[in-house]
């Protein structure tokens, strides 16, 4: 599974659309442009009930289109409402090429919930059912913090951990 786009959709139903590309893909830009947004749009729509630290003026409705080998699925989620930060209902849908819905298709089919999408893309990649695809998180999407932690701390066990 590899992720092709992210794709968030304002309230007059207009589209912004990440595109991702085949191997890794760097992203990179000025202060306060989204970069940290990126993974928790993922994780909310991996099945993750939560969305926190995302910027969400304007904003009504997160997607990611995932590509597998023969097949793409699409998961939306509305951002939560009256200013919570949970939501466990979701628009999923499966095809060989996803076509993008439109805002009106995503509130009319709403038609699951995060506890079945997680079962569907667990299922997809056959993670076993003691696990979930949420407990891949942290090994498939690291934040800088991880990264620096890593490569401080567990890349060069020599040094001695202090806590000042």
Known sequence: MRIDSIILYNKNGEQRKLSFKDGVNIIAGTRNTGKFAIIPIIEYCLGNSELNSVVRDNVAFYAVIYQFFDRQIIVAKPEPRENRIVESKAFYKEEQNIIVPTLTELRNNLDTNDAIVKNKLSQLLDIDS???IQDTLFLLFQDKQ????????????????SVN
């Open 130 to 132: 003691f696990f979930s």
């Open 146 to 161: 991880t990264n620096e932690f890593r490569r401080n701390f567990m890349m060069f066990p020599e040094r001695p951990y």
